[in-house]
């Protein structure tokens, strides 16, 4: 069985550019995660969807960050413009039942 | 709401040598409680998990007791090997209540070494 596959594993942008990270979780989950992982640090949960609703944005940065999950399955996580203190790993996860599966990340290096 | 305390590390620790990493949380009623483990270059890994008070997960020779009274979920090996170098996550899954929904929470990690 496939994971979660994350795209791209790398990014790197300079500053005020728009970027986007793909992901596309286990077949069958209907739990969608977004967090970012700063250096050092636990994952920060940015978004969570059930199926295609998010039904927890509370800690997304709403005037530069937006997602969407189409048709319930795969998701796209946007910046724009990133910021400096963007940079970290983007993690994607999906959940059905207790255990969540994580993506390998995306490292953003904003610069 | 909801949040996870977890030692700071690093750790550094000999080959066979006992290992505990203390994890302690907050949150209303009955979390869900995870260990996650990330190796170098790799993604989160579900290490092991305890879904009620006293329940004890084991995997891969860890193992750690949902502590109600205490509010903890420590993590302990007997012996651990240059193989178990990683990042350890304490985490739990439960409502929060200011955003209205579940929410699965992270500690902030703690980095383990073992030398031979």
């Known amino acids: 069985e496939a994971g979660v596959v994350q795209s791209p594993r790398y990014k790197i942008i300079e500053k005020k550019q728009p970027v986007a990270f793909w992901c596309n979780p286990i077949s069958g989950h209907n739990t969608l995660y977004w967090y970012r992982q700063n250096l050092g640090q636990g994952p920060e949960l940015l978004i969570r969807?059930?199926?295609?609703?998010?039904?927890?944005d509370s800690q997304l940065p709403k005037d530069r960050f937006s997602a969407e999950r189409l048709k319930g399955v795969d998701s796209t996580l946007k910046i724009q413009p990133a910021e400096l203190g963007d940079s970290a790993v983007y993690l994607c996860?999906?959940?059905?039942?207790?255990?969540?599966?994580f993506g390998q990340g995306t490292r953003l290096t904003v610069v | 709401g909801n949040s996870v305390t977890q030692m700071e590390g690093p750790v550094t620790l000999s080959e066979e040598a006992f290992l505990t990493i203390n994890c302690t949380y907050t949150?209303?009623?009955?979390?869900?409680l995870f260990w996650y483990v990330q190796y170098p270059g790799e993604g989160l890994q579900l290490l092991l998990k305890?879904?009620?008070?006293?329940d004890k997960g084991s995997n891969k020779g860890f193992e750690a007791t949902y502590r109600k009274e205490t509010t903890s979920f420590h993590l302990e090996k007997g012996s651990v090997q240059v193989s178990d170098s990683a990042v350890y996550f304490c985490a739990l899954d439960r409502m929060n209540s200011g955003a209205g929904s579940y929410q699965l929470t992270f500690g902030k990690g703690t980095k383990l070494s073992v030398i031979p």
């Open positions: 949150a209303t009623g009955y979390p869900s």
């Open positions: 969807y059930e199926n295609e609703e998010a039904v927890d």
């Open positions: 305890a879904t009620k008070a006293d």
């Open positions: 996860a999906s959940k059905q039942g207790f255990e969540a599966f």
